[in-house]
């Protein structure tokens, strides 16, 4: 039986997350069925099936597209029971997570969330204590809800295609008693969230004035730019660029820490990325101890050379 696959989407396009999502659902067996909710155009539909999605439900209610928490979880309930389909599965976000915890009410469905890789049997590895420590869990209801954590599988292309099919949701007013007035988009070149590296700086950096060269060393390699809690309390940096438990937790290919001490809840925050460099000119940095790679070293001297070397090798 093929799982069900809720695709993120983000000004009409579908989230790397939810990209990793469809290859873990096709590598549980038995193929995926993608959902998307909202307004969004038939290529973008249709690229789903290079990445393994064997068919595309599309719900394409406007009033879908402002993601109401209640009207999705409604949505993808009915879609469940329609497909007679005993396994949803989503990327972890800020509006999957709940919506999650609500269709799984409404299902019966059990939920586990932070799942980092493929089961073994019925037994799920997750992840708990912000990423200090996993947790083995078996799931023995066949009907269930998983969230997965970034990278917990690698998406790629397959070069399939999908069929295409529209789902008219029974959504009466209550599922649109709340109501989303404004929201605030983050903005730059890459978003923090989907990035594959991630540039980050922390109080070494000694002022706002001094990030251009972060920027630079960013933009040279496609990545996003981050920052620690104390920098964006500072007003130093923008909130939505804040990394940490209280932040944006990431979990790209690289990340590079820059002038940052690497305190528990930024710790907490970065703990799934795939390689970590840290540059501190401090030897005794906690964040060391982390580290795939460090420098010791000023960043003022270290960043500069760093770019530069990056530019002169493409």
């Not at 049997?121 to 990423?131: A, D, L, T």
Request: aromatic share 6%; charged share 20%.
């Amino acid at each position: 039986m093929s799982a069900l696959v809720f695709i993120e989407t983000s000004e009409g396009k579908a989230r790397k997350s939810s990209l990793e999502a469809i290859a873990y659902g096709n590598a549980l067996g038995g193929g995926v069925t993608a959902v998307v909710l909202g307004v969004c155009d038939k290529p973008e539909l249709e690229s789903l099936g290079k990445y393994g999605a064997k068919k595309i439900i599309h719900v394409s209610d406007a009033r879908l597209n402002a993601g109401v928490i209640q009207a999705y979880a409604s949505v993808l309930a009915q879609v469940m029971q329609q497909e007679n389909c005993e396994t949803l599965i989503m990327a972890n976000s800020s509006l999957a997570t709940p919506v999650a915890a609500r269709v799984s009410i409404k299902t019966g469905a059990s939920l586990l969330s932070n799942v980092t890789q493929l089961p073994e049997g019925n037994v799920f590895k997750r992840s708990i204590y912000s990423g200090k420590a996993f947790a083995n869990v078996e799931l023995k209801n066949q009907k269930r809800i998983i969230t997965l954590k970034k990278n917990a599988a690698e998406s790629k292309e397959t070069g399939g295609t999908a069929e295409i099919v529209t789902f008219n949701a029974n959504l009466s007013d209550s599922d649109f008693a709340a109501r989303i007035i404004s929201s605030e988009k983050a903005t730059g070149e890459v978003l923090l969230p989907e990035a594959s590296i991630v540039v980050s700086g922390g109080r070494g950096m000694k002022g706002p004035e001094h990030w251009g060269m972060l920027e630079e060393l960013a933009k040279t390699l496609h990545a996003a730019t981050g920052c620690s809690k104390p920098v964006s309390d500072m007003g130093w940096r923008p909130h939505h660029e804040h990394v940490g438990q209280t932040g944006v937790k990431v979990a790209p290919q690289l990340y590079i820490a820059i002038g940052i001490s690497g305190a528990i809840q930024h710790l907490a925050g970065v703990n799934s990325s795939k390689c970590i460099v840290v540059i501190n000119k401090d030897a005794d940095c906690p964040f060391f101890k982390a580290a795939d790679y460090g420098i010791i070293g000023d960043a003022f001297d270290v960043v500069p050379k760093l770019t530069a070397a990056l530019k002169a090798s493409k």
